[in-house]
């Protein structure tokens, strides 16, 4: 069991992961954080490749939040978006073995509703938009055994 804060997705926007490896290559993992407009929510399973490794890759996939709006004073616009998400990341460990650092990149399957609303939100003459979301989201994190 490891346990960790960081940003990104799989920590719930900016907050904490917890994991537990059930084999040496599974890790199954729950994020928990603030996401802009509220608790960002995210589970998954991450299969790594080379467990025993210093520098180990692995493949992810989550569900969760995935996307938000966030319009400040501005209830209507403002909604978090749950979906799937896939991604690769590396482990990298020190030589003691009491934690790692843990970079990902994600691809999240974003949903039509998303889509919508965020065209929604461009056309709005009244709303400034500063800044769309990017394709894909990154994560950072640094885990402590337990």
Same mark, same amino acid.
């Given at each position: ?43 998954? /399973? ?20 995935? /996307? ?79």
């Amino acid at each position: 069991m490891t346990i960790g804060p960081g940003i990104g997705l799989d920590f719930g926007g900016l907050g904490v992961q917890v994991s537990g490896r059930p084999l040496p290559a599974l890790n199954l993992l729950l994020g928990v954080g603030y996401n802009l407009n509220g608790a960002g929510i995210n589970a998954g /399973a991450a299969w790594r490749m080379l467990p025993k490794k210093r520098f180990c890759p692995y493949l992810v996939g989550l569900y969760g939040y995935n /996307a938000v709006i966030s319009i400040r004073n501005d209830e209507g616009y403002t909604r978090t978006y749950y979906g799937p998400s896939a991604g690769v990341g590396i482990e990298i460990h020190p030589r003691r073995r009491s934690g790692h650092l843990q970079l990902a990149v994600y691809l999240p399957f974003r949903s039509a509703e998303f889509t919508d609303d965020l065209e929604r939100v461009k056309a709005d003459p009244v709303v400034d938009l500063r800044a769309e979301p990017l394709p894909v989201a990154f994560s950072l994190g640094y885990h402590f055994g337990l």
